[in-house]
């Protein structure tokens, strides 16, 4: 039986899954061999950093925007503004987005823009914090 078939499936179940080569021969039925093999002719390693790297870009926007609209709310709350609700229940998804990001990376840490500060557990507990002061001040306003 022709095997071609799997090779899509096994290229994104390392590639996006992050399963080893025996994981997949194992959940696809095939040889160990013949994932080596995919994995070393069609340059399997090459897509892995890819999806990385999108990844990694995707949270950097993700926290950028974050960034940018944390201030817009400073500045309303300066300024005696009321604060838009749909601009708060953004924030708090951003905020869940970077989170679960952050978790998800174990040793590497992301870099922001051409920024060298890291996201780090305390940056984002930071941002937790002032979320949590707009929100006891809008209910004020």
Avoid at 89 to 108: D, G, S
Wanted: with cysteine; proline share 1%.
């Amino acid at each position: 039986m022709n095997k071609l078939h799997l090779l899509q499936k096994a290229e994104n179940l390392y590639s996006v899954e992050n399963l080893t080569p025996e994981m997949i021969a194992e959940k696809l039925n095939i040889s160990r061999r013949t994932v080596f093999n995919w994995k070393k002719k069609y340059k399997w390693d090459n897509h892995i950093v890819r999806i990385k790297d999108f990844s990694n870009q995707f949270t950097c926007d993700i926290y950028n925007v974050g960034t940018k609209l944390l201030m817009k709310l400073n500045d309303d709350i300066d300024n005696n503004k009321i604060l838009n609700k749909h601009s708060i229940c953004a924030l708090k998804n951003i905020i869940k987005i970077v989170n679960k990001q952050e978790k998800e990376q174990t040793n590497t840490r992301i870099k922001i823009t051409n920024n060298t500060k890291l996201l780090t557990d305390e940056r984002i507990e930071k941002i937790r914090e002032e979320f949590s002061k707009y929100t006891i001040r809008q209910n004020f306003h």
